[in-house]
């Protein structure tokens, strides 16, 4: 169609945030700086290459998912310990902190729940920045690489080391589902060192080589019981091709880290969101 008379005049209107988080209960970083100066490993669950792990953190602890080989992206997948309805929500996160998370921002939960389930208290990649290209790392945008949409665009190709069914493989080895029902549970992921953004001129979700190194590490705290479930991207560190058997790929640790409970003193618990979901029914 022809632009109208006035479509640079609409062009240049200013954008407005959407969902302004100057008001969200802060996180009580000072105190969890505090406590990371007492933490003890008593923990650790590898991922291995192009599949996944499962791992349970207790409220209070913290984790740390480390590159330990060689660079390696992975997905993450969150759920409340005691109720698997309660599950990470990215499509909020992205909404209250930006399209990637560092330190200081946290993971919400899912409706009606909407609450803190775990806050980054530290990363060794925050240098990183938003490069020339728009990419920066640990992404709210992507889905997670999954089995339909590669059937989809390779004519029907077969591939089970997709981040979704590794993701669905673990969690139904953990809890005992069978895996039909455990694939209910999986959802959109926290892309870890993952290097994502979109391009300038076609609005396309584009990836890169991971910045990440052996000795990097994305820390959290857990607000309430976790049950976490990582996958080694079968990408690898994502420089070529989202799912691939010939990628260089390496092995994830999470490491689980216990705090002294004296220095978690004036922390709060989060609680359920407020809303009372009459949805304005009468």
Known sequence: ?????????????????????????????AIYSAARATLRPVDEVIAPPRDACCFRVPAGHF?????????????????????LSEKFYSGKTRALHGTHVTTGERLWS???HLRPMATITHDTL???????????????????????????????????HCCHSNLTRALATETGLPLPEA????????????????????????MKASPVRPGDYLEFFAEIDL????????????????????????????EILAPDPAALTGREPPERNVYNRSHGAV
């Open 227 to 254: 049950l976490g479930a990582l996958s080694a991207c079968p990408g690898g560190d994502c420089s070529a091709e989202h799912s691939s058997d010939t990628a260089a790929c390496y092995p994830l640790k999470v």
């Open 63 to 83: 984790f740390r998912i480390h590159s330990v080989d060689g660079p390696q992206v992975g997905d993450l997948n969150l759920w409340n310990a005691n109720d």
């Open 126 to 160: 925050d240098w990183y920045g938003i490069d020339a290209f728009g990419g920066s790392v640990h992404d709210v945008i992507g889905t997670r690489c999954d089995p339909y949409t590669h059937a989809l665009l390779s004519h029907g190709g077969q591939y089970h």
């Open 183 to 206: 694939e209910g549970y999986v959802h959109d992921v926290l892309n870890v060192f993952m290097c994502t953004g979109f391009t300038r001129d076609t609005g396309q979700y584009f």
């Open 1 to 29: 169609m022809p632009a109208p008379d006035d479509a640079d005049a609409r062009r240049a209107i200013r954008p407005v945030i959407c969902y302004p988080n100057d008001t969200l209960p802060p996180a009580p970083m």
């Open 110 to 112: 899912a409706f009606p």
